[in-house]
């Protein structure tokens, strides 16, 4: 399915990246300082509260910055060189990691609006990219 | 003040092309510069009480207890032990640590040692770490590690500022320069700002010009009381003030993209000796990316955010500017061995002493070392002086 190295689920990340296996995009949010933050963790890193929910997300976003990475990290990766790694700030607020799926790496801006995107990996669990907003379909 | 802590010894393991000239396995070359180092000073193994080490090196197995296994081999019982493990800046963390050991009575003869044969092994990969615990969030994605963060960095700088890959190139060009006068760098050819420009591109916008050497290496450092320096072989320098922190593993995690912690530890390494920037004299600022130095000259105060590649423009930083940098060619141009900080101490060391020949910073009294470690996730700052 993909050579991608393939997230270790852990009690943590579970619900995160079996959520993004439906395709959905769901973080934890802090009920004490009522905002959501990535990536999960058992207390808020904020407040450091225990009082924590999941939520869905818009998926929206805008990137705050990118690179192209021209070299491949990895065998798994030689395919997609040249590809975007992207810091993508959510319109909820949290900041993650991610890569931009476009055919012309030359095209992506930092404050570009970016919508969030799924791909399959095995164990039923999905990674989140992001594709330009003009770019998605609806 | 008697237990002031001062640096007595210094030993940088000698390179040929990038590797250990004299062969060698990891501890090797750590017992052989531990040895320098206290010759150096004067000093015999037998005094070492404080034992301070961190590398990557043998883990799993005896690297998993690195102290230990190096006490071990060196046959040293310390009675003050520091593993301390933040990346590269993790010595100028180690000289903070023995400093406190020292003055407290907690320790008398303290060493600090490091070693890498990253290049001799070939250990050193491009790829991500196992995507286990908060790894699991990033290394999917394959950026370039570490180049790829430090890249995050400087595009977003270039937006935020408008820093150009001029900029950024004259850091490579600048450490060029000193490199062409230390005979330990590797790397001596003086080089332009087309030539960096012209290099691959590895991550935007950095390219391999922009980035740090892979070589191996290896350092100590040994340090003592005031009064015990009296009676050695070499000027004491004083480890005056100092400073630590760290803010995250994750690049997304960083809370401000282009300010590391050297806003705070070199705040507060300057607040603990009493200087202001216009008495620092020499600075061995960390130089895994030519980024690393422009982001980290703003966070220590000698120019404003935004303001580092103006400042850099004319060779205000190379041999002859205004504000001498980097003597020994760098990270960039002499050499890096994985974690470099223990030879930024090394080079500031000697520039205080004047023992730095062609390169030397004539009248140098105070050296501002700092170190980044991670992904600009931590930072450790020391002020040095002769007095």
Redesign the interface.
């Given at each position: 399915m993909t050579d991608?190295?393939?997230?270790?689920?852990?009690a943590d990340?579970r619900e995160y990246w079996e959520a993004a296996g439906h395709h959905k995009l769901r973080l934890p949010h802090c009920t004490q300082c009522d905002s959501p933050f990535?990536?999960p963790r058992v207390l808020c890193p904020r407040c450091h509260s225990d009082e924590i929910e999941w939520r869905q997300m818009s998926g929206r976003g805008v990137i705050?910055?990118?690179?192209?990475?021209?070299?491949?990290?990895?065998p798994?990766?030689k395919e997609?060189a040249p590809?975007i790694?992207?810091?993508v700030d959510l319109e909820e607020g949290p900041?993650?990691?991610?890569?931009i799926v476009t055919d012309d790496v030359s095209a992506i801006q930092?404050?570009q609006a970016v919508i969030v995107t799924f791909e399959d990996?095995e164990g039923g669990i999905a990674?989140p990219l992001f594709q330009p907003k003009e770019a998605s379909a609806s | 003040m008697e237990r002031e802590a001062v640096i007595v010894g210094v030993a940088d393991a000698p390179l040929e092309n990038g590797v250990l000239r004299d062969g060698g396995t990891v501890l090797q070359v750590q017992a052989r510069t531990a040895k320098a180092a206290l010759d150096d000073a004067g000093l015999d193994m037998g005094e070492v009480d404080g034992l301070l080490t961190a590398g990557i090196w043998g883990v799993p197995g005896p690297g998993s207890l690195m102290t230990i296994t190096l006490g071990e081999y060196l046959g040293i019982r310390p009675r003050f032990v520091d593993g301390t493990n933040i990346g590269g800046s993790a010595f100028e963390a180690h000289v903070a640590h023995a400093a406190m050991a020292i003055e407290s009575g907690y320790c008398d003869v303290a060493l600090i040692s490091y070693g890498s044969t990253q290049r001799s092994e070939r250990s050193r990969t491009l790829g991500g770490r196992p995507p286990i615990l908060t790894m699991q969030y990033e290394t999917p994605y394959g950026m370039l590690m570490p180049i790829g963060g430090y890249a995050l960095a400087a595009m977003r700088h270039m937006h935020d500022y408008g820093t150009t890959p001029e900029q950024l190139a004259e850091v490579a060009v600048a450490a060029r320069q000193w490199a062409s006068l230390n005979p330990a760098a590797m790397m001596r050819e003086p080089i332009t700002v087309d030539d960096v420009l012209a290099s691959p591109m590895i991550s935007d916008p950095l390219h391999i010009l922009d980035s740090c050497l892979v070589t191996d290496g290896g350092g100590a450092i040994v340090m003592t009381t005031a009064e015990r320096a009296r009676s050695l072989n070499k000027p004491a320098v004083y480890v005056r003030g100092y400073g630590e922190s760290h803010t995250h593993w994750n690049i997304s995690q960083m809370p401000d993209l282009t300010l590391t912690t050297a806003a705070e530890t070199g705040r507060r390494a300057m607040e603990m000796a009493g200087v202001s920037h216009d008495a620092i004299d020499v600075v061995e600022i960390y130089d895994s990316f030519t980024i690393t130095v422009l982001l980290t000259l703003e966070a220590l105060g000698f120019c404003g955010r935004g303001e580092s590649g103006a400042f850099i423009s004319g060779g205000r930083t190379a041999p002859g500017g205004a504000f001498p940098m980097n003597t020994n060619g760098g990270g960039l141009s002499y050499a890096h061995p994985g974690m470099y900080g223990l030879l930024l101490l090394v080079e500031a060391v000697r520039q205080l002493r004047g023992e730095s020949g062609a390169r030397q910073v004539y009248g140098a009294r105070t050296a501002l070392v700092n170190g980044t470690g991670g992904t600009l996730s931590s930072t450790a700052t020391c002020i040095l002086s002769r007095d």
């Open positions: 991608r190295p393939v997230p270790i689920v852990d990340s990535f990536y705050y910055s990118y690179t192209i990475s021209r070299r491949p990290a990895g798994a990766f997609m590809y790694v992207a810091l900041r993650l990691l991610t890569n930092i404050g990996l990674l | -």
